[in-house]
Every structure is written in structure tokens, then in C-alpha cells.
Nanobody, 122 residues
Framework: QVRLVESGGGSVQAGESLKLSCVAS?????MGWFRQAPGKERERVAV????????HYLDSVKDRFVISRSNGKNAVYLQMDFLKPEDTAMYYC??????????????????WGQGTQVAVSA
């Protein structure tokens, strides 16, 4: 079982930035981030291929969030700028060894971290 450990969450004011980090216990082909706010459905924020090409950005974050990764560190990052109160959620790092999980949004990624909380106040 792949272990994923997230860090970097916190409480900020609207307009500020946070950077989330996640380290996996081993190399995974597809890595990314999901989020879930209380009482809402889980959302795929973005995933990223090993070559650094991102995909499936959530529309509401496209111009504000940037996903990146370091294959040498088995890590994935999420730079979040111009944060809004509606970005408040638990953010989960995800990974999977199967390339299809980066290519097809309907295929679930198998490995999930414990989550890191992001709270944005107005």
C-alpha cells in the first residue's frame, strides 16, 4: 500500500496563498489533489502526469492553482493563489500507478492521504 503524507494546509484570509505538499512512499504514475468541503461532494482539483503535464483542473481553480511534481522526491505540490472562502475544504493527495487514472476522470485513483485542512476567511 502506498502511503501519502500531506502538509501545508492552514487558515488564511481571502486573497492569500498556500502551498500544499505531498510525499508518497514510492513512485506513482499519476498524482494529484482532490478536495471536499463539509456537506459537499468531493471534487477533483487536478492531477499530473510524470512528465509534469497537468490535467483535469477544476474550472473554479484553473487561473489560481498550479499543480507540480518532483519525481525524484515522489512528491506532488499544489500552489494555491488568490484563495477564496469557497476554497475552504479538506484537501487530499491522491496517487495511482495506472496511467489511465490521469487520462480518464471517471477512473478512481486508489491511494489517498489523510488530508490537510485549508480554511479561507473573507
Amino acid at each position: 500500500q502506498v502511503r501519502l503524507v500531506e502538509s501545508g494546509g492552514g487558515s488564511v484570509q481571502a486573497g492569500e496563498s498556500l502551498k500544499l505538499s505531498c510525499v508518497a512512499s514510492e513512485y506513482e504514475f499519476c498524482m494529484g489533489w482532490f478536495r471536499q468541503a463539509p456537506g459537499k461532494e468531493r471534487e477533483r482539483v487536478a492531477v499530473i502526469y510524470p512528465n509534469g503535464v497537468p490535467t483535469h483542473y477544476l474550472d473554479s481553480v484553473k487561473d489560481r492553482f498550479v499543480i507540480s511534481r518532483s519525481n525524484g522526491k515522489n512528491a506532488v505540490y499544489l500552489q494555491m493563489d488568490f484563495l477564496k472562502p469557497e476554497d475552504t475544504a479538506m484537501y487530499y493527495c491522491v496517487s495511482d500507478s495506472r496511467p489511465i487514472t490521469c487520462a480518464n476522470k471517471s477512473v478512481e485513483l486508489r491511494n489517498w492521504g489523510q488530508g490537510t485542512q485549508v480554511a479561507v476567511s473573507a
